[in-house]
């Protein structure tokens, strides 16, 4: 490459009045050189590109922790409109979704006295307060009547029993707010390979003292995951996050050479080793995502980019 094509691309002011939409302006972003702005720029183009792409797989990766804010509602958009095939995400996500079906969270402060917060029996997290009774205390009373409704003769897989429960939500006058319903209607595959690590698992794990023929089988999850790569002529992941849920779509993509497409959003660092914070660079030396696969990491809050790139993608 010589010296005239690597300063072929000119770096341009973001003209707000011509801003119209979302779309134009992630293409003002991406044309202002601005450092993480080019790189949304870059992501929506590769997200398009996945989502237009008939011969792809998509997976969409996120943790609990969103589902607790109101980007709940930009994955049950996404879900909603078969954006995409495969979900795999965190035991809390279920814990958040199911809770704000029934009780509300509320706004707080990341600058607290939190003894006094406990004192008043109100959990954080992050800026997101939530009363016991808004959660462990409604899902201890929910879950319990939900699981009684569910026939565990036969063990089920984590995939088999979100369906199962989406079914039952058909019931709930809020049930198009849950993701959980929308996953299951539209029969999006959807797994949580760690389904004891929050209230939900442990909810589970008190019945089953009760029902002793209560068995989750993830071995099956992990076989449904098998067929789907082994079988994928192309795969693609929108990764928001980090931890077991970004790990296990990337783990799984290695056996067909890596995705094709992927997109990290993330805030975590790289240079102490965590899988949280590592790029996508880093992926294509253990061969999960090719060699040859679109790909960026977009650094920032993902509450703050995933709306802007979804938004941008529906306005289109």
Known sequence: MNREQILKNVVRDIDLSRVKGLRSLIVAMEQSGGFVAKKVGIGFNIIKEMINDRDCIKFLSFPACIIATGCRGVIRELLKRKTFDVVITTCGTLDHDLARLWRPYHHGLL????????????????NIYIANENYGVILE?????????IDFTNPLSTRELIWKIGEILKEEEKREESIIYWCYKNRILTY????????????????????????????KDEQELADIVFTAKKTGALIIGGGISKHHTIWWNQFK????????????????????????????????ISREAKHITIEGDATVILPLLIGALFEE
């Open 111 to 126: 600058k607290v006295d939190d003894s006094i917060l406990h004192s008043l029996e109100i959990n954080r997290l992050g």
């Open 141 to 149: 009373e929910k879950l319990q009547e939900i699981f009684s409704k």
């Open 192 to 219: 949580i390979p760690g389904i004891t690590d929050g209230v939900f698992g442990f909810q589970l794990w008190m019945y089953s003292q009760r029902i002793k023929k209560v068995i989750i089988n993830i071995l």
């Open 257 to 288: 050479n890596g995705l094709d497409y992927a997109v990290y959003i993330t805030t975590a660092v790289e240079w102490n080793g965590s899988l949280s914070g590592a790029r996508t660079e880093e992926a294509i030396s253990w061969g999960k």
